[in-house]
Structures are given as structure tokens and as C-alpha cells.
């Protein structure tokens, strides 16, 4: 079985911080892991993904997430919050051939002017 | 190609009617995935489609509510005799193969209102 744990539903950062968001997975099998970004009443817009190549991984908007197999951790980060990061942020985790998504709650990530 | 395409945006039905979703996938994805989403929650999987072959159905798939992908291409969704319950945001994604590497593209959802 596959399992997300995403702590705290809320994170308030000024513009220009650090945006940290916390992810970690539990999985018997090697993951592949997702960050997906969600606007009001929106879908859901992939970030970012890991699949087993580099630990650090890059995706739009200037986000980056690192891969810790020994923390089982998939923590996003941005170096300089804007105002337009405000949304809810989804990690997910998916395994073996049957790709479904296991999504953690979500946090609300909230900028400060 | 304009994405995953869901219709309708919004449904508000009354409970015990039927109600039917339609999902519209990248043309070249093989694989199509219906979710639900609550309110404060994150998605959760309720089944996926292999080209026209229904492969996995989540437990949170009761018998009012079916599935179909004719010929490998749209979806629809229908719930039977709707419940408060099940008002949620319904979510479609597509993928070519498993999506591990080329991601998984999801549409906008269609929000459901059952009163």
C-alpha cells in the first residue's frame, strides 16, 4: 500500500520568502512522486515529478523538490514566494504498473503583500 | 490538442436522480482516470481505464455508480440515485502508459451538487 502524509493544511509565507511545504510518502516499492498545484475551483496542474533519475528535481514557477529516500521525504520548495503561488498545493505518490495517484490532503499555502 | 476536457463545469441535481459526466482525454493517451475530490481533501481514486478495459475500481466505487470508455476514447461517469454525499469536484486525468515519466494531465473537473 501507498500513503501520503502532507503535515499542517496551512502555510503563510511575506512575498520574497522561503516557501517550504512538507511531503512524506510511505511506500514498499520504489515511488514515483508528483507535486500538483490547484487554483479555486480549478484541476490540478503538475508541478513536478520524481521517477528514479536525479534526487533534486525542477519543475515550473521556479519550484524544486528533493527526493530523501532515508527520510522518505518529498519536500517542496521556492526560494522567493509570489503572490501568485497562493493556491493548494497536492504531493502524490504512485507505484508499480497500475499508476494510480495517492494524494496527500493539501496545504494551503497563503503570500503575504 | 486543448487538454483534458470535462462537461459539465457544474451540475446540481436533486437526490435520487441520475446524473452523467463526460470526460474527454489528450487523443493520444491510452490510459483515463476518474477521481473525486471533497472539500479539504485531496483526490482519491475511484477507477481507470485502459484503453476501452476497465482495469481497477476503488472500493469507494458503490454499485449507483458506473463507468464507461466506448471504443478507447471519451469516459462518462453516472451516478444512480444520488445521495448528499456525493456532492464532490469529479476529476478526469489521461495518461500515455502508466504516466510515471510523462506525468498525468487532469482536466478541471466537474463540481456536483446533490440538495
Known amino acids: 500500500a501507498q500513503s501520503v502524509t502532507q503535515l499542517g493544511s496551512h502555510v503563510s509565507v511575506s512575498e520574497g520568502a522561503l516557501v517550504l511545504l512538507r511531503c512524506n510518502y510511505s511506500?514498499?516499492?520504489?515511488?514515483?512522486l508528483f507535486w500538483y498545484v490547484q487554483y479555486p475551483n480549478q484541476g490540478l496542474q503538475l508541478l513536478l515529478k520524481?521517477?528514479?533519475?536525479?534526487?533534486l528535481v525542477k519543475g515550473i514557477n521556479g519550484f524544486e523538490a528533493e527526493f530523501k529516500k532515508s527520510e522518505t521525504s518529498f519536500h517542496l520548495t521556492k526560494p522567493s514566494a509570489h503572490m501568485s503561488d497562493a493556491a493548494e498545493y497536492f504531493c502524490a505518490v504512485s507505484t508499480g504498473a497500475n499508476s494510480k495517484l495517492t494524494f496527500g490532503k493539501g496545504i494551503t499555502l497563503s503570500v503575504r503583500p | 490538442d486543448t487538454g483534458v476536457s470535462q462537461n459539465p463545469r457544474h451540475k446540481i441535481t436533486k437526490r435520487g436522480q441520475n446524473v452523467t459526466f463526460r470526460c474527454d482525454p489528450i487523443?493520444?493517451?491510452?490510459?483515463l482516470y476518474w477521481y473525486r475530490q471533497t472539500l479539504g481533501q485531496g483526490p482519491e481514486f475511484l477507477t481507470y481505464?485502459?484503453?476501452?478495459?476497465?482495469?481497477?475500481k476503488s472500493r469507494l466505487l458503490s454499485d449507483r455508480f458506473s463507468a464507461e470508455r466506448p471504443k478507447g476514447s471519451f469516459s462518462t461517469l453516472e451516478i444512480q440515485r444520488t445521495e448528499q454525499g456525493d456532492s464532490a469536484m469529479y476529476l478526469c486525468?489521461?495518461?500515455?502508459?502508466?504516466?510515471?515519466?510523462?506525468?498525468?494531465?487532469f482536466g478541471s473537473g466537474t463540481r456536483l451538487t446533490v440538495v
Open positions: 486525468a489521461s495518461s500515455s502508459g502508466t504516466g510515471h515519466f510523462d506525468g498525468y494531465t
Open positions: 481505464f485502459q484503453n476501452e478495459a476497465q482495469l481497477e
Open positions: 520524481y521517477t528514479s533519475a536525479a534526487t
Open positions: 487523443s493520444e493517451h491510452n490510459r
Open positions: 511506500s514498499s516499492v520504489p515511488p514515483y
